[in-house]
């Protein structure tokens, strides 16, 4: 069985396998949530067959169903020894061209019952630009406060959490490229609303600069998170350097930190930095966390409204506080 969907009723299907027929390339680039990569064309085989079809459709069209061929028959015995004959299979290419069908023919035939989505990854992309364009519809409860003070880890044990750093894949500040490469715009918004997705009423957000890291929110999405009911969280020093130096040590090399440095240069004094180098030299952490939090903290511009403030010193009971306050004074269950 083959059909055709747009993809706002694609994505309401339940699928055993989710394929993207494109080249591991593209898939790479970004991806629908959830999708395995079996491609119809290899990198190289997609980039020849491209500049081909710019030639000679009909003998571009051999070619690309000879590869294709070949692929599938490395494709198939995994495809039918992970997922038994029958079971529901959602596909997609770049715009819902003969990629996708090809392979879709070829597993409808064997008795799987494909959907393919119409228009494909390009489909998918519009249908992401006019959500995000759009007002959330979420209340957002936005967590604020200074550097170190647990923002994070209150965030990671809160239901219905947006963690958007973690999706980024950066922490935030000059000093937050620490995780590695971050993923490109289009592979986080494609995280964003996957997470977004599953969440219908409330959900609890860290308070953040628009861009994170090279990573930059949708404008309605950060206006929302401008007018959030905003949570201010504080704890005392001493826990803030315990955070940051359980976090940044082991993650941070010399280079990466003299470029962190360099980033913060215009705004610190010659003396600062001096003092700021040597400290990380003679691995003086904790005196290196509190010089970095007294920049940060005069830089931090505390919201002038809070709705609610919590010591965040023991995460679990500031979870245990912030959701009764939630539950009694704004019925919101959970």
Request: glycine share 6%; with cysteine; charged share 25%.
């Amino acid at each position: 069985m083959l059909s055709e969907l747009e993809f706002e009723n694609f994505n309401q299907e339940k699928f055993d396998l989710l394929i993207d027929a494109r080249s591991p390339k593209e898939f790479t680039h970004s991806h629908l949530q959830g999708a395995l990569n079996f491609y119809a064309l290899n990198d190289d085989e997609h980039k020849k067959i491209g500049t081909l079809y710019k030639q000679n459709q009909a003998l571009a069209k051999a070619e690309g169903a000879s590869c294709i061929c070949a692929n599938m028959a490395s494709h198939i015995p995994v495809i039918t020894q992970k997922f038994r004959i029958g079971s529901k299979v959602g596909i997609y290419c770049a715009r819902g061209g003969l990629r996708s069908k090809s392979i879709a023919v070829i597993l409808s035939e064997l008795g799987y019952r494909v959907v393919r989505l119409k228009g494909g990854f390009k489909a998918y992309r519009a249908f992401l630009l006019n959500f995000f364009d759009q007002s959330l519809n979420l209340k957002l409860f936005s967590l604020c406060g200074n550097t170190g003070c647990g923002k994070s880890e209150l965030l990671e044990s809160l239901p219905h959490a947006i963690h958007l750093e973690k999706m980024a894949n950066h922490l935030g500040s000059s000093f937050g490229n620490i995780l590695g490469d971050q993923p490109t715009q289009k592979a986080f918004e494609s995280l964003l609303f996957g997470e977004i997705s599953k969440i219908n009423d409330f959900a609890f957000i860290e308070s953040e600069s628009r861009k994170i890291g090279e990573i930059i929110l949708p404008l309605k999405l950060y206006e929302s998170m401008q007018n959030a009911f905003k949570i201010y969280c504080f704890c005392s020093l001493e826990n803030r350097i315990k955070r940051i130096e359980k976090f940044y040590k082991n993650k941070m090399t010399p280079l990466k930190f003299k470029e962190c440095v360099a980033k913060i240069t215009p705004y610190i004094s010659a003396n600062f930095k001096q003092d700021l180098l040597q400290n990380y030299e003679k691995k003086e952490w904790r005196k290196v966390i509190a010089m970095l939090l007294e920049y940060y903290d005069k830089t931090y511009k505390q919201p002038q409204k809070m709705d609610f403030k919590v010591n965040t010193d023991d995460i679990s009971k500031a979870k245990e506080e912030l959701l009764n306050f939630l539950k009694t004074k704004h019925k919101i269950n959970f």
